[in-house]
């Protein structure tokens, strides 16, 4: 049997809907555990990258992280202390002109962005 992990601020809703349509087993479950030791991974390998960036040097990589741990810093609203090395991406990834530009345009439009 499946098991569709899901937690605050995730995108679960539509592997949860899909799984109904198609009328396939799982068991829901809460997964605030799992992604809080997700993230002290990803604190931990920040903390120890080569440069200030997820992989040394500005990529991809910075990009999504910055996405997944801006939702969840939204709707989780750890203390910054918990994750300083995720936070100081967060921080670096959002003084960013391309970053700034995005997030105006896309609150312009009317996307619900996280504060």
Same mark, same amino acid.
């Given at each position: 049997?499946l098991? /569709?992990?899901?937690?605050?601020?995730?995108?679960?809703m539509?592997?949860h809907i899909? /799984?109904?349509? *198609?009328?396939?087993?799982?068991?829901p479950?809460q997964?605030?555990?799992? #992604?809080?030791?997700i993230w002290?991974? #990803?604190?931990?390998?920040?903390?120890?990258a080569?440069g200030?960036w997820?992989l040394?040097?500005?990529? *991809?990589?910075d990009?999504?992280?910055f996405?997944?741990?801006?939702?969840?810093?939204?709707?989780?609203?750890?203390?910054?202390?918990r994750f300083?090395? /995720?936070?100081?991406?967060h921080?670096r990834m959002? #003084?960013?002109?391309?970053?700034?530009?995005?997030i #105006?345009?896309?609150?312009e *439009?009317g996307?619900? /962005?996280?504060?």
């Amino acid at each position: 049997m499946l098991t /569709l992990f899901f937690a605050p601020g995730a995108s679960s809703m539509a592997p949860h809907i899909a /799984l109904h349509e *198609i009328g396939v087993p799982f068991t829901p479950r809460q997964g605030q555990d799992h #992604a809080d030791g997700i993230w002290a991974i #990803a604190e931990q390998r920040l903390a120890r990258a080569p440069g200030p960036w997820a992989l040394g040097t500005y990529s *991809i990589a910075d990009i999504h992280l910055f996405r997944l741990y801006w939702r969840f810093a939204a709707s989780r609203g750890p203390e910054p202390a918990r994750f300083p090395a /995720l936070q100081a991406h967060h921080d670096r990834m959002l #003084a960013r002109p391309a970053v700034q530009r995005t997030i #105006a345009i896309e609150a312009e *439009i009317g996307y619900e /962005l996280p504060a």
